[in-house]
T-cell receptor
């Protein structure tokens, strides 16, 4: 069974610093790796999807990498802003759109 | 554009009472539909997914059931709620692509269920 782990569980940085969020998964036979953002009491917003054949995806200040051989994905957020404060979740795609989620990283960006 | 509606936003129910949460999607046809639960201090857990009308797969044994009476309507139900059913319930959809699905999931705003 796929297990997804996110480290660290919480992270606090001053505004302007780059953020690095880590995600590891046990089963390399994933169809894709997705990163989501969750604001308190709200649903999830999809940030990036990396297909199993890809190594990375970029959107604005966000860049996510995928290394299936080592079972790792990393989300980089450049020049962090207070509005980036949220919980960030990664999830491995197991086919039919089913996702196995990590517990998330709580990010706080201080002004 | 596609939108997903989920209601109610908040629900407080006594133990043993029934439950019905509804989710509808607009602007797309034949979506895959999903129910996830986020318990306090835990990650999201897939409860049910559906690839079509009346086609429901359960991912974990539980006190809940799901139905899909129409193409874009997904309902989560229980006959008798347990304390352990408390949590944040999220509905989601994706474009159907079969097993090798590489489409993003889009989530509703969630229902916070408290069973007392």
């Amino acid at each position: 069974k796929q297990e997804v782990t996110q480290i660290p569980a919480a992270l606090s940085v001053p505004e302007g610093e780059n953020l690095v969020l880590n995600c590891s998964f046990t089963d390399s036979a994933i169809y894709n790796l997705q990163w989501f953002r969750q604001d308190p009491g709200k649903g999830l917003t999809s940030l990036l999807l990396i297909q199993s054949s890809q190594r990375e995806q970029t959107s604005g200040r966000l860049n996510a990498s995928l290394d299936k051989s080592s079972g790792r994905s990393t989300l980089y957020i450049a020049a962090s802003q207070p509005g980036d404060s949220a919980i960030y979740l990664c999830a491995g795609g197991g086919g039919w759109g089913k996702l196995q989620f990590g517990a998330g990283t709580q990010v706080v960006v201080t002004p | 554009s596609q939108t997903i509606h989920q209601w109610p936003a908040t629900l407080v129910q006594p133990v043993g009472s029934p439950l019905s949460l509804e989710c509808t999607v607009e602007g797309t046809s034949n979506p895959n539909l999903y129910w996830y639960r986020q318990a306090a201090g835990r990650g999201l857990q897939l409860l049910f997914y559906s690839i079509g009308i009346d086609q429901i797969s359960s991912e974990v044994p539980q006190n809940l059931s799901a139905s899909r009476p129409q193409d874009r309507q997904f309902i989560l139900s229980s006959k008798k709620l347990l304390l352990s059913d408390s949590g944040f319930y999220l509905c989601a959809w994706s474009v159907t692509r079969g097993q090798n699905d590489n489409e993003k999931l889009f989530f509703g705003s969630g229902t916070q269920l408290s069973v007392l």
